[in-house]
């Protein structure tokens, strides 16, 4: 029997931290809003490009919490401090806990959910909260006037401003250049 083969995955910028990732899952493409997230095929890319997708089923309910994860994800990182998003990650917080082991390899953590349809949903909010406690200055949205996707910035210097310069970089390069020589 063939290994099955993993799906392919459209989004334009990958790799991303879980709950960066989750909020790229919506991206632009010649200005049209794109969503890899509308249905049962789109949540088994995603998980499978996460290494989640032998841990949780791409069903409906874990696709409705992870868009609730979403929602609430992208309220809190675009308006950062807001009561309303805060309590939205709360209540998806509130799906899992820690449980405290000990290992072979000494103490460890193992996350536990009463019901696995939110551990996905649940294991991104829990990521944010990571990024948080690292560098909650380093979560940052891409600053290319038409770009939605987000990105943790792990440059030396912290300055990186593109979610990809191959991409929104150049393209801010070329604009500014063509800005220039129009001015000439």
């Known amino acids: 029997m063939p290994a099955a083969r993993t799906p392919h995955d459209p989004r334009p910028l990958t790799g991303e931290p879980l709950s960066l990732d989750l909020l790229n899952t919506v991206w632009m493409h010649d200005g049209v809003r794109q969503d890899l997230l509308t249905d049962t095929g789109g949540l088994g890319v995603w998980l499978a490009a996460n290494g989640l997708g032998a841990r949780f089923t791409a069903d409906g309910p874990t696709l409705e919490h992870v868009l609730r994860a979403r929602e609430a994800l992208a309220s809190v990182v675009d308006s950062p401090g807001d009561p309303a998003g805060i309590a939205r990650v709360d209540e998806v917080l509130s799906h899992g806990r820690i449980r405290a082991t000990l290992t072979g390899e000494g103490p460890g953590e193992e996350p536990e959910f009463a019901d696995p349809a939110w551990g996905a949903a649940w294991l991104a909010a829990r990521d944010y909260l990571n990024l948080l406690t690292a560098a909650p200055d380093r ?13 943790f910035d792990t440059s030396r210097n912290g300055t990186r401003r593109w979610c990809s310069m191959a991409a929104c970089g150049n393209r801010a390069k070329a604009s500014r250049h063509y800005a220039r020589s129009r001015e000439s």
Do not use: K, P, S, T
Not at 139 to 151: D, M, Q, S, Y
């Open 139 to 151: 979560i940052r949205g891409c600053a290319h006037e038409a770009c939605v996707l987000h990105f």
